[in-house]
């Protein structure tokens, strides 16, 4: 009777460590879906997604909370960050619908798993359990397997093909038929003729940079930085280094330097040929 009651029991330091991380992991949910730029937005999720694996490694389940954690937080969700800063979504973008009524499906969708949510937490509270000792009698890994691959191996089954499904219609969705035949090469070349513009490839010959980095410019024959040699999307976002004076002192001094060798180069010659009618 006593080990049931302690089954059921939850201590002061599970009920705080609840009531504070469930009430962050809401919060996140919640900016999820109304954070208006995207980034954000991605942040949110991964700092629930972490959250939630907090609470599977205090309820016992090891083996999921590191999956959370390595898996979907930091590989699945850091995908989705850097996917989403390198193409750059904003706000507006999202308010473009490509399918009719998707708002109202995703409200019936999430009605949905709130009553499964619902009915499974009720279900978990009326029923006896033997707790997390034997549950996790044999190992956690091995009582995961068992229960994933007998009990739940249709369900298991049911949410791989899910996930298929959902990944083959993402490139069904994103994928755009071509509705005019592709120019050729020698048609690009002559219409770069006509327009007078950009004649040589990009970036032209002669063109060198100084830096790695993809905002700072490369650098013209006579110093100048090349627009040309900058992402369009950087440059119409304001986000590039104009680090045009630092480049041209570097290029002075460069130059000074090269001036300087030859000099001294050009003058040991003539010391040789000293030495040599000296030694005559």
Not at 116 to 139: C, D, K, M, P, R
Not at 161 to 177: C, Q
Request: with cysteine; charged share 20%; net charge neutral.
């Amino acid at each position: 009777m006593t080990t049931q009651l302690a089954a059921y029991s939850t201590s002061t330091g599970e009920a705080v460590q609840f009531w504070v991380l469930g009430t962050v992991a809401v919060i996140g949910a919640l900016c999820t879906v109304f954070m208006k730029k995207a980034v954000h937005s991605a942040l949110c999720l991964a700092g629930t997604m972490i959250v939630l694996a907090v609470f599977y490694l205090a309820n016992g389940a090891y083996f999921l909370g590191i999956v959370q954690i390595v898996v979907y937080t930091g590989a699945i969700m850091m995908l989705f960050l850097f996917v989403v800063m390198l193409v750059g979504v904003t706000a507006a973008d999202s308010l473009k619908e490509t399918l009719k009524g998707q708002r109202w499906l995703a409200l019936l969708c999430g009605l949905g798993f709130g009553v499964l949510l619902i009915a499974g937490i009720g279900n978990a509270s009326l029923t006896e359990w033997g707790g997390l000792g034997t549950a996790n009698a044999g190992g956690n890994v091995e009582g995961l397997a068992a229960l994933i691959f007998t009990k739940y191996v249709f369900a298991f089954e049911l949410t791989g093909a899910l996930l298929i499904t959902a990944a083959v219609g993402a490139m069904v969705l994103t994928h755009r038929e071509r509705t005019e035949r592709a120019r050729t090469q020698r048609e690009l070349a002559e219409q770069r003729v006509r327009e007078g513009k950009h004649l040589p490839p990009l970036p032209a010959p002669g063109v060198y940079a100084r830096h790695n980095a993809v905002d700072i410019a490369g650098l013209l024959p006579d110093g100048t930085p090349s627009e040309l040699t900058v992402n369009k999307t950087l440059r119409e976002r304001g986000q590039i280094r104009d680090v045009s004076a630092e480049a041209l002192n570097d290029l002075r001094a460069l130059e000074q330097r090269a001036e300087e060798r030859l000099e001294r180069t050009g003058t040991e010659p003539a010391a040789f040929k000293r030495t040599e009618e000296a030694s005559k």
